[in-house]
């Protein structure tokens, strides 16, 4: 007789066993860092686009929305944001839109009390947006240009729009347009920002960097 070799059901179901602890062990993290790749890569083109507009507007009108750091005291030059605003919406096709998204963002005493951290502790975040802009992409966008102070040269960039997961640092990112050197306005989180345990600041991810150091040096 010859005899056929080869594996019980005993050690098959063992082997399936070993292959199933093994994927539920590493699939949740490649999704995870897929899911973080794509985000980077999100902002990193929302922000390209934003800071493009920023700079013709600042160049080409000579429009001027930005703070600016004096005596240790957050200065902001305001009267120009929401012509700025309109010439972004023009140029960029931004579209403003009627939905109330004020709750769907944890508020910087939630954040912190969870583990997340700020570059600005003494930041006091607005509690509500201001009427959100979405651009072709389905990006958010959110200004503040009744503010007379920093804030007012400030925005919020929702990367994915109504999907979650509305984290900072994740796919919600805070921003200020900066005149810090003098010469050029730019979209920077060196004044304030905030992120949700795991998340990035937007340097980090303009750097190509995985986690958040180097904080001692302003933008």
Known sequence: ???????????VLITLGIIGIIA?????????????AAFNSAFKKNYSVLQNAIN?????????CYAYEAKGAYIAQTN???????????????QPIKTNRNKLYPSATEVLNKGGSSLNNSC???????????????????????????????LIL?????????????????????????????????YCSLVNKGGLFPRTIL???????????LW
């Open 158 to 190: 929702d990367i994915n729009g109504e999907s979650g997961p509305n984290k900072w640092g994740y796919d919600v990112y805070f921003m200020i347009m900066s005149n810090r050197n003098g010469m050029s306005v730019t979209l920077t989180d060196e």
């Open 24 to 36: 539920a062990l590493t699939i949740p993290h490649l999704i995870s860092k897929w899911q973080r």
């Open 56 to 64: 013709a507007a600042s160049n080409d009108e000579g429009l001027d």
């Open 124 to 154: 006091s975040f607005p509690s509500r947006f201001s009427t959100p802009y979405v651009m072709k992409n389905g990006t958010y966008v959110y200004f503040f240009p009744n503010r007379s102070d920093y804030y007012g040269a400030s």
């Open 207 to 217: 750097r190509n960097q995985t986690k958040n150091t180097n904080f001692d040096k």
């Open 1 to 11: 007789m010859i005899r056929k070799k080869g594996f019980t059901l005993a050690e």
């Open 80 to 94: 120009d944001c929401p012509a700025l605003i309109e010439y972004m919406a023009n140029t960029i096709g931004l």
